[in-house]
């Protein structure tokens, strides 16, 4: 799987960061950064959680076959 992140939308809720510490980071005053943008399956329930709570919905996954989604 792939993140990816419409900064447009992000307005550094950190919602993202709480739900997946691992994955994003976001600045006191600023936007999302990622951290793992092809995290592994270990993250996804994690990542899922972020997308899915992000409250201007800034992020989605994109799921690539590749090895990561094993
Ligand atoms: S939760 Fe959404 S809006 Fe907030 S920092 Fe993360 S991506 Fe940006």
């Not at 999302?32 to 972020?50: F, K, M, T, W, Y």
Request: aromatic letters at 2%; charged letters at 25%.
């Amino acid at each position: 799987m792939r993140i990816v992140v419409d900064l447009d939308l992000c307005q550094g809720h950190a919602v993202c960061q709480a739900e997946a510490p691992e994955v994003f980071t976001v600045p006191k005053r600023g936007k999302v950064e990622i951290l793992l943008d092809q995290p592994s399956g270990a993250h996804r329930a994690a990542v899922g959680d972020a997308v899915t709570y992000c409250p201007t919905r800034a992020l989605s996954i994109v799921d690539d076959s590749g090895p990561d989604d094993r």
